[in-house]
C-alpha cells in the first residue's frame, strides 16, 4: 500500500508537469501507456521483464518527448533494486529530451526522479521496520505462551509434588501409628488376658473384661483408620508410573487416562496384572517395545497392555500367571481378553459402578 501511495504522488507530480507544458488531446495518450506500463512492472514484478518494460519506456521517450514526464514514475519501481544501473539508460531520454525542453524543465525532472528514488528508499525502510516489528512480536507473543505453557507445567509439578508428599505423610502417619500405639494397645490386650487367666476375683475379672473389650474396641478403631489413610494413600498412576521406570527390559509406555479412584482392591489388581505382563515379556518376549494404556469410558474403565513380541513363547496364552490374571479380573467382576496375533495383547474391561469409588 505505501508504494501505491508514492506512485500516485509520483503520477500526478508528473502529470500535472505535462499538461502544464502542453494541453491537447495527444497529452492523454502517453498518459494511459504510463499507468499500463508502471502496473505491468507492479503486477509482474520480475527483473528481466521490468528491465524489457524499462528498455521499451527509454524507447518511447525517444521517439515521443512527452513520455520524459514520467521518468520518475517508471524510475521508482528499479531503484534500489540490483538491476538499478540500468537507469542509466534513462541518460539518452533525458539528453534527447534537451533538443525539446528547456533546461528548467529537465532539471525539474531530474529533481523528480531524486523525490522517487528518496520515497522508494523511504518505503523500503519502514516495509523493513514493519517486517521487524511483526517478526519480533510474534516471537514475544511465542515466547509469552512457552512461558505461559511453563507456568502451567510448573504449577501442574507443584500441585503433583503437594499431592505425593501428603501422601507419603499418610503413609508415614499410619506406619507410626500402627508401630506404636497398635503395639501398645496389642502388648495391653495380651497382659490383660494374662492377668484374666489367673485371677480368682469375680469382680476384679469382670472390670478386668471390661477393660480388654474397650482396648479390642480401640484397636479394631485403630486398624479401621489405618487402613482407610493407607487405601486413600495409594495413588495408582503414581505407582505404574515407578513400575514402568524400574522396567528396564525394554521401552514402555504408559498413557493413564482416568480421573476416578479405584477401591484399593481393584488397585492392587492391577498393579499385580501390570506387574505379571511386564515379567512375562521379560521371560518369553523377544519385545523391543510395550504400552500400557489405561482409559476412561463412559459406562467402564479399560486397560490393554500389549507389546511387539514375535517369539512364539511369548504368545502362550494358557500359563499359570495369565490365569492368575483372569481370576482377578473376575473377581472384580470385570472381562478379560487375551490376543496373540501381531504381538501380545491383553484387554481387560472394569465396570465403572462396581469397582471405583
Known amino acids: 500500500m505505501e508504494k501505491l501511495y508514492d506512485k500516485l504522488i509520483l503520477f500526478l507530480c508528473s502529470t500535472i508537469f505535462l499538461i502544464s507544458h502542453e494541453f491537447s488531446p495527444y497529452t492523454v495518450l502517453p498518459i494511459i501507456i504510463v499507468i499500463c506500463l508502471s502496473s505491468f512492472i507492479s503486477f509482474f514484478n520480475k527483473a528481466s521483464l521490468n528491465i524489457l518494460t524499462y528498455v521499451c519506456y527509454v524507447g518511447l521517450c525517444i521517439y515521443s518527448p512527452n513520455f520524459i514526464f514520467f521518468l520518475p514514475l517508471i524510475c521508482y519501481d528499479l531503484v534500489c533494486e540490483a538491476y538499478r544501473y540500468v537507469l542509466l539508460l534513462g541518460v539518452f531520454s533525458i539528453i534527447h529530451a534537451l533538443r525539446f525542453f528547456p533546461i528548467?524543465?529537465?532539471?525539474?525532472?531530474?529533481?523528480?526522479?531524486?523525490l522517487a528514488y528518496l520515497l522508494k528508499k523511504r518505503t523500503l525502510e519502514l516495509l523493513k521496520a514493519k517486517q521487524d516489528y511483526f517478526?519480533?512480536?510474534?516471537?514475544?507473543?511465542?515466547?509469552?505462551?512457552?512461558?505461559?505453557?511453563?507456568?502451567?507445567?510448573?504449577?501442574?509439578?507443584?500441585?503433583?509434588?503437594?499431592?505425593?508428599?501428603?501422601?507419603?505423610?499418610?503413609?508415614?502417619i499410619a506406619r507410626e501409628i500402627h508401630d506404636t500405639v497398635g503395639h501398645l494397645l496389642s502388648s495391653s490386650i495380651l497382659q490383660i488376658g494374662a492377668l484374666l487367666a489367673i485371677c480368682k476375683d469375680e469382680n476384679m475379672k469382670q472390670n478386668l473384661t471390661n477393660i480388654k473389650d474397650t482396648l479390642s474396641s480401640g484397636m479394631d478403631s485403630i486398624r479401621s483408620s489405618i487402613h482407610n489413610i493407607h487405601e486413600d494413600s495409594m495413588d495408582l498412576q503414581v505407582k505404574l508410573e515407578e513400575l514402568v521406570h524400574n522396567f528396564t527390559f525394554c521401552p514402555v509406555i504408559l498413557s493413564y487416562n482416568i480421573n476416578h479412584d479405584f477401591t484399593m482392591k481393584?488397585?492392587?489388581?492391577?498393579?499385580?496384572?501390570?506387574?505379571?505382563?511386564?515379567?512375562?515379556?521379560?521371560?518369553?518376549?523377544?519385545?523391543?517395545?510395550?504400552?500400557?494404556?489405561?482409559?476412561?469410558?463412559?459406562?467402564?474403565?479399560?486397560?490393554?497392555?500389549?507389546?511387539?513380541?514375535?517369539?512364539k513363547s511369548s504368545?502362550?496364552?494358557?500359563?499359570?500367571?495369565?490365569?492368575?490374571?483372569?481370576?482377578?479380573?473376575?473377581?472384580?467382576?470385570?472381562?478379560?481378553?487375551?490376543?496373540?496375533?501381531?504381538?501380545?495383547?491383553?484387554?481387560?474391561?472394569?465396570?465403572?459402578?462396581?469397582?471405583?469409588?
Open 104 to 114: 528548467f524543465t529537465i532539471f525539474t525532472l531530474l529533481l523528480l526522479t531524486t
Open 315 to 357: 504368545k502362550d496364552a494358557s500359563g499359570m500367571g495369565i490365569q492368575s490374571m483372569t481370576e482377578r479380573i473376575q473377581s472384580l467382576e470385570g472381562n478379560f481378553y487375551v490376543d496373540t496375533k501381531d504381538g501380545f495383547r491383553i484387554f481387560i474391561s472394569l465396570p465403572k459402578q462396581m469397582e471405583i469409588k
Open 266 to 311: 481393584a488397585k492392587y489388581s492391577i498393579l499385580f496384572i501390570i506387574k505379571e505382563a511386564l515379567s512375562n515379556v521379560m521371560k518369553h518376549s523377544n519385545a523391543t517395545l510395550v504400552t500400557i494404556t489405561l482409559n476412561e469410558l463412559p459406562g467402564l474403565y479399560q486397560i490393554i497392555i500389549q507389546d511387539n513380541g514375535t517369539e
Open 135 to 172: 517478526q519480533l512480536r510474534d516471537n514475544m507473543m511465542e515466547k509469552a505462551d512457552q512461558l505461559r505453557l511453563r507456568n502451567r507445567d510448573l504449577l501442574e509439578k507443584q500441585d503433583y509434588e503437594i499431592s505425593n508428599a501428603t501422601l507419603n505423610e499418610r503413609n508415614r
